[in-house]
């Protein structure tokens, strides 16, 4: 049977690749920062191991002993300053390979993000062999620690996934949208403009994670994962508003507006040491050309397709947040 070190495990997509991977027949064992915070893994027969990304490497090594496979989910998606992101997205990352690779460990995959290749051009969506241009400190850091990765691992083979927005039970990052749909009826339009997105769900994101510690080729490569259907902001709303059975109407913010409350955010931050929800680098994403990327490079090397719909993946979100009490 094989083993699988997996971090971030007490997190939204960590959490379903723990479960993905246990379901098929992995043993599985997870990097906690605090075991007392175990969240979804309450009940899974789950190594526990606690430690951090970040920790020596002498110590990573404890934990990575008899691993076959690592899948590097952990991760920092809000942060008060660029350095923060650096120091857990890209120098940890590297850590962690280069600690893999030390102890004999067969693969590394890495879930990276879209945001670490920028967003879509108007004209197309974005693919693998596009020159990098993230937008902003998250998605330099993701690159960072996608390069990170390939310059640790040395002879390790390696994967790095490349996820859009992820939707799925367990996501917090949507939720404020789910909320004011459902409870309120509305839903924020940017300028009135029709931005399209790519969104993956996270069990197809997680079955991908599955067949790239399993596959025997297409190592060493980056990949798309994602769903062909891409979505517009107002698109989203509305079938989220159905599923509620909920009339929405938009309200609009011009870019000033937007501009104002980002700088606004990110004074707050500095003031009090809390991320900011709306920071400048979130307006930077919001106010680009489009968040589309292409998933045909990871079609054609492993015949990946993604299983759920968009609607199925609404529906089944919208149903956890409605039975965890979140709406």
């Not at 102890?103 to 990276?112: D, E, T």
């Not at 939707?167 to 009826?185: M, N, S, Y």
């Not at 259907?229 to 009339?247: F, G, N, V």
């Amino acid at each position: 049977m094989s083993r699988v070190l997996i971090t971030g495990g007490t997190g939204f997509i960590g959490s379903h690749a723990i479960e993905a991977f246990l379901k098929s027949g992995w043993t599985v064992r997870s990097l906690v920062r605090d075991p007392g915070h175990l969240r979804w893994l309450t009940g899974l027969p789950v190594d526990i191991a606690q430690g951090a990304v970040e920790d020596d490497s002498d110590s990573l090594m404890k934990h990575l002993d008899g691993c076959d496979v690592v899948v590097h989910c952990a991760g920092l998606t809000k942060a008060r300053c660029e350095s923060e992101y650096f120091r857990l997205n890209a120098d940890a990352a590297g850590n962690l390979a280069r600690a893999a690779r030390n102890a004999g460990v067969a693969r590394f995959i890495y879930c990276s993000s879209q945001a670490a290749a920028g967003p879509s051009y108007a004209d197309r969506a974005v693919h693998e062999t596009d020159l990098p241009r993230p937008i902003t400190a998250y998605g330099r850091s993701k690159l960072a620690g996608e390069n990170a990765v390939r310059e640790m691992s040395g002879g390790m083979p390696w994967i790095i996934l490349r996820p859009p927005t992820v939707i799925g039970p367990r996501d917090r990052q949507l939720l404020p949208l789910f909320r004011a749909i459902t409870r309120f009826g509305i839903y924020p339009e940017i300028g009135g403009e029709e931005l399209r997105y790519s969104f993956v769900g996270v069990h197809d994101l997680t079955r991908a994670m599955l067949m790239a510690a399993e596959v025997n080729s297409g190592w060493n490569e980056i990949y798309f994962v994602a769903n062909d259907t891409s979505l517009s902001w107002r698109e989203t709303a509305l079938r989220i508003a159905a599923l509620a059975s909920r009339r929405v109407r938009s309200l609009r913010f011009s870019r000033i507006v937007l501009k104002m409350v980002a700088v606004a955010a990110d004074a707050s931050s500095f003031l009090t040491g809390q991320p900011a929800l709306l920071s400048r680098d979130k307006m930077r994403e919001m106010l680009t050309s489009g968040w589309i990327c292409s998933a045909e490079k990871i079609r054609r090397a492993w015949n990946f397709e993604c299983q759920q719909s968009l609607d199925d993946v609404l529906r089944v979100t919208y149903a956890a947040y409605r039975d965890a009490r979140w709406l």
